[in-house]
């Protein structure tokens, strides 16, 4: 009885059984993990490199670095930019301040008589002036030249003179200033008809 259920056995075994019989054990048990793995393979999507995804996401967060460091620089900039003009516009706002006092020493030195009080007021006017160039502030002086609407304000039109053209400044009532050619006061000039 045994030996004829070993030959039903040997009846059932199919050609690939008996050739993975024939093979021996290790190699029956490498052919049957080859068609595993086959099948794995095609059942679950082939997943990137791990090195690779790793070199995609340090180069998209090494762009994003320099964009977010140029950004903050332009930002530096322009906030460096922006305190530099705020604080030459309050240097020149309180300039400005000095202007009708500088007018008014320039009346009490035209309207002066005594030598010392002369000097004392021509000291503080040079000290004005002095002030004026540290800022780089020029007096407007468009006497003799064409009226200039952008630097002067007209408060009166005269008849020519005789050699006076018309249109050309006869004397400035009072001085204007400006700063790298922006205008702090307009001059108020006579101007020939």
Not at 90 to 95: E, M, S, T
Not at 145 to 158: G, R, S, T
Request: glycine fraction near 6%.
């Amino acid at each position: 009885m045994k030996h004829n259920k070993e030959n039903e056995r040997a009846d059932e075994q199919t050609p690939a059984a008996e050739e993975t019989a024939a093979q021996g054990p290790e190699e029956a048990v490498a052919q049957e993990a080859v068609p595993e793995a086959e099948e794995a393979r095609a059942e679950t999507p082939a997943e990137p490199d791990p090195l690779q995804k790793a070199l995609a996401e340090a180069e998209d967060f090494k762009r994003k670095w320099y964009l977010v460091t140029a950004e903050y620089e332009n930002y530096r900039r322009r906030t460096a930019n922006t305190a530099a003009q705020r604080y030459a516009e309050g240097r020149a706002d309180v300039v400005k301040g000095l202007f009708p006092i500088a007018d008014n020493l320039g009346r009490a030195l035209d309207s002066c008589k005594d030598d010392a009080t002369r000097k004392g007021i021509e000291m503080v006017v040079k000290a004005f002036e002095k002030l004026l160039a540290d800022e780089k502030i020029t007096v407007i002086d468009p006497v003799g030249q064409p009226f200039d609407a952008d630097k002067c304000e007209a408060i009166m039109a005269v008849d020519p003179a005789e050699g006076e053209e018309s249109g050309t400044v006869r004397s400035v009532y009072l001085k204007g200033y400006e700063q790298n050619g922006r205008v702090l006061r307009f001059a108020q000039v006579i101007v020939v008809k």
